[in-house]
């Protein structure tokens, strides 16, 4: 099956950065869509930003213009490039793969990562 593993969380002081990278392994054919969500606590999780194969982003506006989401498809690998974090944006980020297709196989699916804890301190 499709496993994602995640790497780069850790704790930061306000204003500093740290970017989370996420590479999908398995069968795989194709990924339509890849992104990061979050999920603070006490919160429902949210959607941080996403990308499109084609590298269509799409951000949250809480992040838009200190995050920068990217990806290398010849590797099935997103990047999240957090700058200018905020003690708000402190919380337990999920990587997604969306619309995967496996070899063999002709549905698409959802797959989600471990999570990956981010604190960032005041």
């Known amino acids: 099956q499709v496993q994602l593993v995640e790497s780069g969380g850790g704790l930061v002081q306000a204003g500093g950065s740290l970017r989370l990278s996420c590479a999908a392994s398995?069968?795989?054919?194709?990924?339509?869509?890849m992104g990061w969500y979050r999920q603070a606590p006490k919160k429902q999780r949210e959607l941080v930003a996403t990308i499109t194969s084609g590298g269509s982003p799409n951000y949250a506006d809480s992040v838009k213009g200190r995050f920068t989401i990217s990806r290398d498809n010849a590797k099935n690998t997103v990047y999240l490039q957090m700058n200018s974090l905020k003690p708000e944006d402190t919380a337990v980020y999920y990587c997604n793969a969306g619309g995967v297709r496996v070899v063999g196989g002709w549905t698409q699916r959802d797959y989600w990562g471990q999570g990956t804890q981010v604190t960032v301190s005041s």
């Open positions: 398995g069968s795989i054919f194709s990924i339509n869509r």
